[in-house]
């Protein structure tokens, strides 16, 4: 059974909100009917009328049913700009609230907020960056939590790992990495997963030595001590995390090496580099970024993706969505 599979089942009967600011975007459209007439998930479109109703023709998509609406004419845009204005006291002023919120991401955002939809997929169209921002300064972290991480599920015929921060955290300190960990751990747990989580580095148990390596040493140690319940270890290199017999050479002492299968990168160049590898030469099937961490989901897309990765994403929030129930 795939991921997708196990992860419709679950959301099945609960008919969960999943708002995609993107409708305009050819791909983002395309999955939005696929959902819309499947009925499992209620997709709510952002964008120009127009513009969409001209995509479709193009596209000979059928839009029956599927509810659009416009941030620039909608009669809540008020509301949410002195709402945002509020969340972002001190930060941002009146005019801006008002001309942030007419960006479809920005509205989407609060409506999740709101209680509006229940998970918000963006990011065909824009950079990460543009895309959590808004997620970041409206919905902001989970009791908690100081930090969001951005995770990949890399899955390929019966093959299934998580990957994790490939996309937020730049160049994450100790307690940022070990928060990275666990939320990788969580999200492992939920694609039935039981986690094994190795700290990549270009060392194994201190075979090389500087500061990159000390910091993923002291993440693995700070790890272990609050979560003993997870089985986690490192600092290893990918080999000696992944390859059995590399791993009793390079590591003969940990159980977690040559056997993990959720892999911690030291820093985002590696991160995003790495499941970029797996998924171009690898044939993986990359599912991400998924955003941990969030007080609701929101889930980015990277710009090279499908429409059918448009549609995973939908399901993949609806699922995270019924854990905030
Ligand atoms: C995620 C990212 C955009 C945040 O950038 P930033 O410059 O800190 O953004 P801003 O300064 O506008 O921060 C917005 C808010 O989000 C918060 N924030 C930033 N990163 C955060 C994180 N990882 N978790 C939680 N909150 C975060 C900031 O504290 C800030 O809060 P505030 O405005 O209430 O004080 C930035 O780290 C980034 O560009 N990461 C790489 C994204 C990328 O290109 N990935 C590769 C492709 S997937
Ligand atoms: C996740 C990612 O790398 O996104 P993009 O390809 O859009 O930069």
């Known amino acids: ?71 620039q004419n909608d009669i809540r845009r008020d509301d949410f700009a002195k709402q945002y204005f509020e969340l972002r006291k ?8 008002k001309k942030q919120i007419l960006d479809p991401n920005y509205f989407a955002n609060m409506l999740v907020y709101n209680g509006l939809a229940d998970g918000c997929v963006s990011g065909a169209a824009h950079s990460t960056a543009d895309t959590v921002r808004p997620a970041l300064k409206i919905i902001k972290t989970q009791a908690g939590m100081k930090r969001v ?13 998580i990957f994790s921060d490939c996309a937020m955290n730049i160049d ?7 928060e990275i960990a666990y939320q990788a751990a969580q999200t492992a747990k939920m694609v039935g997963l039981e986690p094994k989580l190795a700290f990549l580095s270009f060392s194994t148990m201190g075979s090389a030595k500087g500061e990159m390596v000390s910091k993923v040493q002291a993440a693995t140690v700070s790890f272990k001590e609050k979560y003993p319940e997870i089985s986690a270890d490192g600092e290893m290199q990918f080999d000696a995390a992944f390859v059995p017999s590399v791993g009793a050479k390079k590591a003969p002492d940990s159980n977690v090496a040559g056997h993990a299968n959720v ?12 499941y970029k590898i797996a998924q171009r030469l690898g044939d993986f099937t990359a599912i991400g970024p998924i955003l941990a961490g969030l007080a609701k989901p929101v889930n980015d897309l990277s710009r ?22």
Do not use: W
Not at 39 to 67: C, F, R, S, Y
């Open 149 to 161: 991480s951005g995770q990949f599920i890399m899955e390929k015929d019966q093959q299934r790992y």
């Open 90 to 97: 001190g930060k941002e002023s009146e005019e801006q609230a």
């Open 263 to 274: 892999f911690i990168f030291p820093e985002l160049q590696s991160g995003n580099i790495g």
């Open 1 to 71: 059974m795939s991921i997708f599979d196990e992860l419709k089942a679950k959301i099945v009967g609960h008919k969960k909100v999943i708002v995609l600011p993107e409708g305009e975007d050819e791909r983002v459209l395309s999955a939005a009917v696929k959902l819309n007439s499947e009925g499992i998930i209620k997709p709510l479109v952002l964008g120009d009328e127009a513009q969409i109703k001209e995509t479709a023709k193009d596209h000979k998509l059928d839009l029956t049913g599927l509810k659009i609406i416009n941030p």
């Open 172 to 178: 994450p300190d100790v307690d940022t990495l070990v």
């Open 304 to 325: 090279g993706c499908s429409s059918q990765d448009v549609y995973e994403a939908a399901i993949l929030t609806a699922a995270q969505s019924l854990d905030v129930e």
